[in-house]
């Protein structure tokens, strides 16, 4: 067998290991910031007419009903457009 068969052959499994991998360590990194969620007491659902969607903060997701982002709320990437916090702000 050559060296170039044997390098080959290293890659294909070395992508058949990095792909699956990958796809996981995407599924992971959704991420919520609970400690500052209880602080804020953010709820999946609005307060009246109060809602993420609504509010400044609110960095929409893929589409109006995906999670989105919050400013306010570091490293929390599963913030409902329906949910509600009490640093709501629409100014
Ligand atoms: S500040 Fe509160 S209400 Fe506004 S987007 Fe962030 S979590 Fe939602």
């Known amino acids: 067998m050559s060296t170039h068969l044997t390098r080959r052959k290293f890659l294909k499994t070395a992508a058949l290991v990095l792909i699956p991998l990958v796809a996981v360590t ?3 990194s959704a991420n919520s910031n609970s400690i500052v ?4 007491k953010y709820q999946n659902t609005p307060m009246g007419n109060m809602n993420c969607s609504t509010c400044l ?8 009903k995906d999670s989105g ?3 306010v709320i570091a490293g929390d990437d599963e913030i ?7 640093k709501w702000n629409s100014m």
């Open 26 to 28: 995407r599924q992971a």
């Open 80 to 86: 409902s457009p329906n949910g509600y916090c009490t």
């Open 37 to 40: 969620r209880a602080e804020l």
């Open 57 to 64: 903060e609110f960095i929409p997701g893929k589409s109006d």
């Open 69 to 71: 982002r919050c400013k």
